[in-house]
């Protein structure tokens, strides 16, 4: 008999955020994806929020490394370390059964490597689940009704854009385009206008406290000093950098997530359609909660647009919740 003596887990291996559930207790786990190692030994210095801590600051012997890059594993070994550590964490050495979620349209080989990663790192099997679709149920989608409903997952790697009806996709799009690339569109912004390098973290500092997704109402959010290096100086330095000009950097990465929007409602039956309009679109993922994400989708599609309740959690009670099906697939593997 499979499963006895270790609970079952659902993880959400994300580009910037790996979450664990575990039945019957619910989310245990929620850290970085980030992992500190030791370039001349490749030994594992910290994983989590404190790997998280040294970006950018590490000494010559020690990187901090995210192994997941636009939704898939980037680097195996790094990947599978750092599952090793939050399954140990969260189920000591029992060797639980695992559902893990990968983007919508990923291959073969990089969902084989999400199984395998996942088996080295101690999990007795396991097995993927679609991560719109982990998406729609955390977010307590009627996905099983003969409705049709869209979710809109905005991560660190990817944005993924779905309708769903009676327990199946109907149709997707996923892109390379979400919380990574405001960060880098603002490093770029403010490299060209200031002459100023500011890492990854003070990026997304800068993004969360005065990013908008919409130019014209940023110009109601205030200015944010932000520090870097002098790229002439060579030397420390601070600046004021304004919101509205934040907001214009990142537009282009938003029009990319509203033309996969619009792409994915021209798939879609007439039928389904009419459902979204009645039941709006609900964005999950922490890239929902960019300032007036909701105003600009919904004023390009016009369909209503919703939040998910606490949207970096969906996709993790997602893929928990269809831990009860594990027997189904194990079924239909054979
Ligand atoms: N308040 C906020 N405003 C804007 N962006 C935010 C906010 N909070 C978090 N984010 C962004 O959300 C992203 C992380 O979201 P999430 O944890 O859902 O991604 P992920 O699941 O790890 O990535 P993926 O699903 O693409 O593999 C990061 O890019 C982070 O900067
Ligand atoms: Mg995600």
Avoid: W
């Avoid at 960060?183 to 500092?205: C, K, P, Q, W």
Wanted: glycine share 10%; proline share 4%; hydrophobic share 45%.
């Amino acid at each position: 008999m499979f499963g006895l003596g270790a609970k079952n887990i659902g993880i959400d291996l994300g580009t910037a955020n790996t979450l664990v559930y575990m039945e019957g207790k619910g989310i245990v786990l929620r850290e970085p994806s980030v992992v500190a190692k030791n370039t001349q030994t490749d030994k594992v210095i910290a994983v989590g929020s404190e790997a998280r801590e040294m970006i950018g600051r590490t000494p010559a012997n020690i990187a901090a490394i995210r192994p997941m890059k636009d939704g898939v594993i980037a680097d195996y070994d790094t990947t599978a370390a750092m599952l090793k550590y939050f399954i140990e964490k969260t189920v000591g050495n029992a060797k639980p059964s695992a559902m893990i979620c990968v983007p919508s349209g990923v291959t073969e080989v990089e969902k084989r490597a999400v199984i395998d990663a996942a088996r080295v790192a101690g999990a007795r099997e396991a097995f993927v689940i679609e991560e719109p679709f982990a998406a729609a149920i955390g977010a307590g989608l009627p996905v099983m009704d003969p409705t049709g409903s869209m979710v809109v997952d905005i991560g660190g790697g990817t944005t993924d854009v779905a309708t769903i009806s009676l327990g199946g996709i109907v149709s997707s799009t996923s892109i390379r385009q979400a919380g990574d690339k405001f960060n880098s569109a603002i490093i770029n912004y403010v490299h060209s206008n200031f002459n100023l390098l500011i890492g990854e973290r003070t990026a997304e500092d800068i993004k969360i406290q005065i990013g908008s997704a919409s130019v014209e109402k940023a110009t109601n959010i205030e200015s944010i000093n932000i520090r870097g290096r002098d790229l002439v100086s060579g030397l420390p330095k601070s600046v004021d950098v304004k919101a509205v000009d934040v907001a214009n950097a990142i537009q282009d990465v938003v029009q990319d997530i509203i033309v996969a929007i619009k792409e994915t409602l021209e798939q879609t039956s007439p039928e389904i359609a009419a459902d979204v309009i009645d039941h709006g679109i609900v964005l999950t993922g922490g890239g929902a909660l960019l300032k007036n994400l909701p105003d600009v989708i919904s004023e390009a599609t016009k369909v209503p647009v919703f939040i998910a309740q606490d949207p970096l959690d969906c996709v993790a009670l997602g893929t928990g919740k269809s831990l009860k099906n594990i027997e189904l697939m194990r079924k239909s593997r054979r």
